[in-house]
């Protein structure tokens, strides 16, 4: 941040208070990166049934779309089987506007019948 100083006439919109000494008082300028520059606190993260709350779904079905990739889900730990999701809900309020929470469902199996094909 620079430093400058200034009359404290300017400082106060030219009254000096009836003195005819002119005194200085420290102004900050902020510059242009600097204003740029915002300190964000990082969003929590929040656990399957609160951000299932937040959706008003059930939480097995938020589940099936965080392993199906949804935007905000991500999953702690290393296990095959079995992981812990945490979520943000800004980002999963983001899927949902895009339209990105649509589970497509398997093909079903083609079998070919026993006999004749007449």
């Known amino acids: ?6 009359p404290l006439e300017a400082a106060t919109g030219g009254e000096t208070g009836g ?10 300028v902020i510059t242009a ?8 606190t990082p969003e929590p993260f929040v656990s399957a049934d609160e951000a299932a ?7 097995r079905y938020l589940l099936e779309l ?3 990739g949804i935007a905000g889900a991500y999953a702690l730990g290393t296990g ?22 649509s589970i497509p ?3 079903k199996p083609c079998t070919i019948g026993s006999g004749s094909p007449r």
Request: hydrophobic share 45%.
């Open 66 to 68: 965080a392993r199906r």
């Open 80 to 101: 095959g089987k079995r992981k812990i999701w945490v979520f943000r809900l800004s980002e999963l309020a983001v899927s949902v506007v895009r339209n990105e929470t």
């Open 53 to 59: 709350q937040f959706l008003c779904v059930k939480r």
């Open 1 to 6: 941040m620079s430093i400058i100083t200034m």
């Open 105 to 107: 469902k398997p093909a």
């Open 19 to 28: 003195s005819a000494e002119t005194f200085s008082a420290p102004a900050a």
């Open 33 to 40: 990166k600097e204003s740029r520059q915002v300190l964000l």
